[in-house]
């Protein structure tokens, strides 16, 4: 390590992920390699969640830094510290296509944090290759349609349904299982299983994109949704959601105005 190079390490604890990614490009991959071994074997927990995720910055692009990663990932997946752990979450989910991240990822599915949890559902997608129907991650996250926190029912229905295009009676079964929970602020499995269901084509969730098509203030998700099953029967309740202060430019409107046009173009092709 360059003894000259003095690390912001108040600054990069108390930082974002894109702050240490910054720290990491700055300081070239060989030097932020030898700090991250440095800081993941700290006694502060604080340096650990940074060397984590310094490690997994430098990982995306140095292969020495990616099995740096993977021989401490175990450590890390039990890490006493919930910080610690959530960071090799993210290092380890931001591996895209790397395989030997999923069995790490898998064990943090089952951590007491929801908010690990949250992160390794986020991550499994992004590492998986085009998984099979019976993939155990594929399996996992089918089985986390059920979990009793719905941020990470959101987040598996968002997984399954949007990042990965795998499609087996099971995993439908469990998107459609959300159909008729509410939307809040915080979580919207519903909405995020009929995008899922409508990207597959499926005859069910018809009925409930009209349904909410029809309540007041339908997030941009349902219009996905619609869009995604171009159904021309849900023209009238799209139409009718135009008004006269819809705004050019708003995401919302721009989603409404493709929702239609990929209804209207069912129309025609039909």
């Given at each position: 390590?360059?003894?000259?190079?003095?690390?912001?390490?108040?600054?990069?604890?108390?930082?974002?992920?894109?702050?240490?990614?910054?720290?990491?490009?700055?300081?070239?991959?060989?030097?932020?390699?030898?700090?991250?071994q440095e800081w993941i074997r700290d006694a502060d927990p604080g340096l650990r969640h940074v060397g984590f995720m310094a490690l997994g910055s430098v990982a995306l692009n140095y292969p020495p830094a990616l099995e740096e990663l993977l021989d401490h990932a175990g450590a890390g997946c039990a890490d006493v510290d919930a910080g610690?752990?959530?960071?090799?979450?993210?290092?380890?989910?931001?591996?895209?296509?790397?395989?030997?991240?999923?069995?790490?990822?898998?064990?943090?599915?089952?951590?007491?944090?929801v908010e690990v949890r949250?992160?390794?559902?986020?991550?499994?997608?992004?590492?998986?290759?085009?998984?099979?129907?019976?993939?155990?991650?594929?399996t996992a996250l089918v089985g986390l349609l059920a979990d009793p926190e719905p941020t990470l029912r959101d987040w598996a229905a968002f997984a399954l349904g949007s990042q990965l295009d795998v499609d087996s009676p099971q995993i439908r079964a469990g998107l459609r299982s959300l159909l008729g929970e509410p939307?809040?602020?915080?979580?919207?499995?519903?909405?995020?299983?009929?995008?899922?269901?409508?990207?597959?084509?499926?005859?069910?969730?018809?009925?409930a994109i009209a349904d909410r098509l029809t309540r007041p203030d339908p997030s941009s998700l349902w219009l996905r949704?619609?869009?995604?099953?171009?159904?021309?029967?849900?023209?009238?309740?799209?139409?009718?959601?135009?008004?006269?202060?819809?705004?050019?430019?708003?995401?919302?409107?721009?989603?409404?105005?493709?929702?239609?046009?990929?209804?209207?173009?069912?129309?025609?092709?039909?």
């Open positions: 390590m360059d003894e000259h190079q003095d690390p912001p390490l108040a600054e990069l604890a108390a930082g974002t992920a894109d702050d240490i990614w910054r720290f990491t490009e700055t300081v070239g991959s060989e030097q932020a390699l030898a700090y991250a610690v752990r959530a960071a090799v979450a993210q290092a380890l989910g931001n591996q895209s296509g790397e395989q030997r991240c999923v069995p790490f990822l898998l064990r943090l599915l089952n951590d007491a944090d949250r992160i390794a559902i986020g991550g499994l997608p992004i590492v998986l290759d085009d998984p099979t129907a019976d993939h155990p991650a594929v939307d809040t602020a915080e979580a919207y499995p519903a909405a995020e299983a009929a995008v899922g269901l409508a990207r597959r084509a499926d005859p069910e969730v018809f009925a949704a619609a869009a995604e099953l171009a159904d021309p029967r849900l023209l009238p309740a799209l139409i009718q959601l135009h008004a006269p202060d819809n705004e050019p430019g708003d995401p919302w409107v721009e989603q409404l105005d493709h929702s239609i046009a990929r209804c209207t173009g069912a129309t025609t092709d039909a």
